[in-house]
């Protein structure tokens, strides 16, 4: 395990979103901790950018090389498989407050640039009888009652030490 032990991704439903009735619901449909490692942003795992970290106001602090970010989370994308299962992708929130030429911190009037910044794709299977998601685990998840395993089971790399979708060529696939 790697990362905060503190940082959980809780996931909300809204129930009857096209109406005036429209209401979020205050269960989460799931919860999970967020302190697996996951792939390095940039070069190899152990360097501190393979696991995520909490928001964090202090620009010297994400980010230590001036170039690569230590990963903060954010929740950016939901879609749902034929089967109904959640795949969640998970952005670097460096990639939204840094860019090409700016200032790092506003009490040192240096420019940077950071370009490597670092995210995720999840899978959770769905369980159509009793509605519940169970997030996947070193690459594999249930779906349906149908084991469903992807690429990179073992890679430690992913909860439970491997994940299901992976990143070749800049493209994130299942196998």
């Known amino acids: 395990m790697g990362g905060a032990i503190d940082l959980y991704a809780y996931v ?3 129930t009857n979103p096209l109406s005036a009735t429209a209401a979020l619901n205050p269960t989460p449909i799931i919860t999970f901790p967020l302190n697996y490692l996951k792939g390095a942003v940039i070069g190899s795992q152990g360097n501190g950018s393979d696991q995520w970290y909490p928001w964090n106001g202090n620009t010297q602090a994400i980010l230590p090389t001036g170039e690569e970010s230590l990963p903060t989370p954010m929740l950016s994308d939901i879609e749902f498989s034929d089967g109904g299962d959640l795949i969640m992708d998970f952005c670097d929130r460096s990639g939204h407050q840094f860019g090409i030429g700016v200032l790092q911190d506003l009490a040192v009037n240096t420019d940077f640039t950071a370009f490597d910044i670092g995210g995720d794709v999840l899978i959770a299977g769905i369980d ?8 996947e685990s070193n690459g594999s998840f249930t779906s349906n009652g149908i084991v469903r395993t992807g690429s990179g089971v073992g890679t430690n790399e992913g909860p439970g030490g491997g994940e299901f ?4 060529d800049g493209r994130w696939i299942s196998q």
């Open 12 to 14: 909300f439903e809204i």
């Open 128 to 135: 159509c009888n009793t509605g519940q998601f169970t997030l």
């Open 165 to 168: 979708f992976i990143r070749i």
